[in-house]
């Protein structure tokens, strides 16, 4: 394709695709397709010869659209907000055309300047100290197996340089809340840590937030049976209830092991912009690192995470590689990303957040996270005011958590109750939630934070809650 | 950013990445600027108010343009190709319009379906059996960890259900060749084998692939000592040379002690899309794993791997995680691609693969490959004929491996030489090529497959190393 025959079919692309997200509000919001319809609807093989970009868009239009669950719909109340500002988008598309190879320094300048720039920036925006250093990610999942691999080998004495972790002298042991995301134990395992050695602390029955002297007490006990306490995952913003790990306290105990804090701050990360909301996140400058996604609440388009480390050179000698082919004059002067986390090749991600926080402004960023933390106080109060109706946890920011238990309804018969309106809203397509199970049983967490989403949406929401549970 | 506001500002960067597209061919080809500079172009902190999108575009042409090594130039014969077809550019742009959420099938049924579709398109244009089924990565280094936690798993029984990598009876060895990417001993180390653990073997003098006698050989003392045999990695167009190491071989050695044999065809996989190349990936269709990269030869834009694996059910046993926040009551019927890699949150990464095989058409894939075949053959036979220059390897695909050896230099003072009249190639802004060593000298890669490169490109190419290596 040419220039000319791109900047044509662009237009096209360009008009289907503001035509689109203006119209979101009118979709339904869960995807409402059958499994393997979507791949039904298309060939079984590539085409030989060239099709026309009328075509394809038709099939965006007919065949994606509708298997999409849209969550850049102002009544998307599920998993974690996951916005896709059109500001970052055109980052996105800034990136495409520029079209850098991100291997080294030398193979792309401003790609590794752009990114340290603007991750120097949320850094300070969040308060944090100025000896943290930052790398865009994909996603948190990988943000934290980098975390793992650096905190397995700070414990295990750089054992990857010798004879791996199968040789380390005693069983390094990780620790984290129940109440983490799944991609902890996950980067635990990969890791290699295996599943003997990763330890789920207790949570506070109140604040499902980590018991500190749960952990003591578990990471003495390895002490003591001859293992060595190598990492803990605190949870900052939790999956399930958005509960906040006591980091202060956390970085305390492990420091008496000389063992690594991960803080895995994915979407509650950018609560950390309002200098109001700090307190929940005392001691995260402490830790060892910081995972957080400005691709959830803050605004930029998937993928795009951060991972923030103490001490770069750590990490830079767990991840380094520097063949003759990778080699250049300028390597002691520059950052070479590459060395920061997997991937060798790297795409220019930075431009998403650049455009996104120059576009935007970091003013108006604020504002947006107000405005939902206000919304979701709105909505616990109302909750919590109604009759049969529960806030299950505390409501720190934007997760409002809750059941609805007509006539003392529980076990089984409430699990089911809770998974049927819960069905039943995203069924009509008016809203989309996802449920959880918290303590064994099942309940509704509405979180808060599409961009789209203003009080209005809240409240139509609230409304619908009330009626799916009121018929089921 | 409203969607009108969109509309209004993406045509102005949609016409500022055609007129860069097009002006490629007049810029540098390697960025020209010094380490900083760039960084202090850029103001210290992020913008309280929004900025104007001009001001944006206008630091991107400023600031931006110039600190890019142009991989999309005519002349850019570096490292790998790395193309971004404008077809593909589209088709990110596409993602970002629907901002699809890939965390579960129910988050996006098409962002899964569609991936599975392409993959298959893409597995049967290249002949492999239907066996294979694949996932889109970011890039070589992530598939290529996978493959080895995957084969870690096989060969350690699972240990990461158990006491880990730490726990495993007898040590896990893992073999590549000298010549295969800096991206694979990275797995093997972050995948906890240890260096020591780690065997290069030899390869032929004159092919530089593999020799699998050497392999049988490290693999027998391996067994004799007590340990282990777990993976192959097989360099299937290796980063030096793009050699070829034997497959077929390797897979029957392999087979004999129960390991995993991964081929990295990150390069060179695009390749086996013409069927009169497929000899030379004999066996590749009996591996275990096979990584390549749309993103380089094939033409789609970063960040696009695919890591194909005959044994899913294997990798997924080592890669998935299901809270309950991720159930849902269609998981038995379809694929959930987050158990298939590290992420859970994925980009709609197969839309640049649709519409970059739709707009573009396998036919025309192919002829581009063959012409660049035909251009590295015209180059190679252009270098043996002409007085002090060598091709020092077989050159089997697309890269020419050259060096100018006049009047006999050797030693240092030919390895001088080699750097001074590479790096008087890449500062001339006319061309680009990555010096790298082989047999510990240094040599220059004339690694072609830009996108933009014809017949015209290779041969002022082949003057200009004439004149540069003449004047030095």
């Keep these: 394709m040419t220039p000319e025959e791109f900047r044509t079919e662009a237009l096209l692309l360009v008009d289907w695709v503001a035509d689109h997200r203006a119209r979101i509000p009118d979709l339904p919001v869960a995807a409402q397709v059958a499994p393997g319809s979507v791949r039904a609807a298309l060939p079984m093989s590539a085409p030989e010869a060239p099709e026309e970009i009328a075509d394809v868009l038709a099939d965006l239009e007919r065949i994606v659209v509708p298997g999409i669950t849209q969550t850049q719909h102002p009544a998307f109340f599920g998993w974690f907000p996951s916005n896709a500002s059109l500001a970052s988008l055109l980052g996105d598309i800034a990136s495409g055309g520029v079209a850098a190879l991100g291997i080294t320094w030398q193979s792309a300048p401003a790609l590794t300047e752009v990114e340290q720039v603007v991750t ?7 308060g944090l100290a100025p000896q943290w250093r930052g790398a ?9 197996l ?17 004879g791996g972790m199968q040789a380390v002298p005693a069983p390094l042991v990780a620790y984290t809340s129940p109440q983490a995301h799944s991609s902890v134990p996950k980067a635990v395992l990969l890791a290699g840590f295996g599943r003997d050695n990763l330890r789920f602390i207790d949570v506070d029955p109140v604040t499902y937030a980590m018991r500190p002297e749960a952990l003591a007490e578990a990471m003495a006990a390895d002490v003591a049976a001859g293992r060595r306490p190598a990492v803990v995952v605190a949870a900052v913003g939790s999956t399930g209830t958005c509960a906040m790990d006591p980091v202060a306290e956390i970085v305390r105990i492990a420091r008496s092991h000389g063992a690594w804090v991960h803080v895995d701050a994915a979407m509650a990360g950018s609560a950390m912009l309002l200098p109001e909301m700090r307190h929940l996140f005392a001691g995260v400058d402490e830790a060892d690192s910081l995972v957080w996604n400005p691709h959830k609440w803050l605004g930029t388009i998937l993928d795009c995470s951060l991972l923030y480390v103490r001490d770069v050179d750590h990490l ?26 997997i991937p060798l090749g790297r795409r220019f991600r930075a431009l998403k957040l650049w455009f996104h926080l120059r576009l935007e402004g970091a003013e108006a960023i604020r504002s947006r996270l107000r405005r939902d933390l206000a919304n979701a106080r709105w909505l616990a109060d109302q909750v919590a005011a109604e009759p049969d109706w529960r806030v299950l946890a505390p409501v720190d920011l934007q997760t409002v958590c809750v059941r609805h238990e007509p006539g003392g309804m529980t076990g089984e018969g409430l699990d089911r109750h809770t998974l049927d309106w819960a069905e ?38 609230w409304e619908l809650m009330k009626e799916s549970a009121g018929a089921c």
């Design 120 to 126: 120097d920036w949320l850094r300070d925006l969040c």
């Design 136 to 144: 865009i990610q994909d996603t948190a999942s990988t943000g934290t």
């Design 146 to 162: 980098v975390a793992m691999l650096a905190a397995r080998e700070r414990a295990g004495e750089h054992s990857q340089e010798g």
């Design 316 to 341: 830079i000698r767990c991840m380094s590689t520097t063949p003759s082919y990778l080699r250049s004059a300028v390597d002691d002067e520059v950052v070479q990303f590459k060395d920061w986390g």
């Design 424 to 461: 039943a809203i995203n069924a009509s397509g008016r809203a989309f939630v996802s449920p959880s199970q918290l303590d064994g049983r099942w309940m509704v967490r509405v979180s808060i934070g599409a961009e789209a989403t203003e009080r209005a949406d809240v409240a139509a929401m």
